[in-house]
């Protein structure tokens, strides 16, 4: 007799695997946390982007700090954050921002934001502005801006970094191919450029990829060395997890080996610094990525 192989049900091939087990946000600290957020009206991506970390994170005292509301022009198919047309622009919200990061005595910390097309200036001055404050209210704070796509405003771009942050990001999120798919108000070229440009005005560059959205091997390491190309020096890599059944599925779920062996791979390609790991988010360990 013939014996068939064992296809697995949809249900047990779509089973987050035992290495993807987080542990509920709890305790005093991230309490605390928790509190000050709440009170000084702030959006944190911890929250608007469902991280498996904010319990880690949080416990620890700290927190990723989303800036310029949480309703973004962009529709990426990967993420959690609200779609639509923002009515926030809140010219105080720096002054917030820097006010609860000295509450938090916050060593370091991580700003990002939603994407502003609709504005001229794509959000820079409040980026500058934020950055600027939380440098005159707490000096030994070194700070990190995961800026979104500028759109090819580089004079927004030089505005967003020049404030005197430590680490410039702009995550690629995925490889080239799938593009069109994941994120498509943007252009992988476009994005790759926007790095370069970081890049050349002196700033320390950093970027993420996620795995399991059905790309391969050879596209990652390609897009690993268009990265080192263009001028990156700190490269994060993490699990997508899909937020609802609205987003893009989860194709493959990566082994924490492949992840080791992809980290070996960035780091021979010249990148100065690789996270790799399913768990690992932008700002997960960013505080390592100021002195590469």
């Not at 490269?235 to 082994?255: A, D, F, N, R, S």
């Amino acid at each position: 007799m013939i014996e068939l192989p064992v296809i697995p049900s949809e249900q047990q091939r779509k089973k987050r695997p035992d290495w993807l087990r987080v542990k509920l946000p709890i305790g005093p600290e991230y309490a605390k946390v928790r509190k000050l957020v709440d009170e000084h009206k702030l959006h944190t991506i911890c929250e608007s982007g469902n991280c498996p970390n904010m319990g880690e994170c949080w416990g620890a005292g700290t927190a990723t700090f989303m800036i310029l509301g949480n309703v973004c022009t962009r529709s990426c198919t990967f993420c959690a954050v609200a779609t639509g047309r923002p009515n926030e622009y809140d010219t105080d919200e720096p002054r917030r921002v820097a006010e609860a990061i000295v509450l938090m005595k916050v060593k370091h910390a991580v700003l990002t934001s939603v994407n502003r097309d609709e504005l001229k200036d794509r959000g820079a001055e409040i980026w500058y502005q934020t950055v600027r404050l939380i440098k005159e209210a707490s000096p030994t704070t070194t700070i990190e801006t995961l800026i979104p796509d500028t759109k090819g405003n580089w004079e927004a771009l030089e505005r967003m970094i020049s404030a005197g942050q430590e680490v410039v990001s702009h995550n690629m999120e995925t490889v080239e191919r799938l593009y069109r798919r994941v994120r498509p108000q943007a252009r992988y070229e476009r994005s790759l450029e926007q790095i370069r440009r970081t890049k050349e005005y002196g700033q320390r560059t950093k970027s993420g990829i996620m795995l399991g959205l059905g790309e391969t091997k050879d596209e990652v390491v390609k897009a690993m060395d268009d990265l080192a190309a263009n001028g990156l020096d700190i490269l994060t890599l993490g699990q997508y997890l899909q937020p609802t059944k609205m987003h893009h599925e989860v194709i493959e779920w990566i082994h924490p080996e492949t992840f080791a062996m992809y980290r070996e791979e960035g780091l021979m390609r010249g990148l100065k610094y690789v996270e790799s790991g399913p768990l690992v988010r932008s700002s997960y360990h960013a505080e390592k990525h100021v002195n590469v």
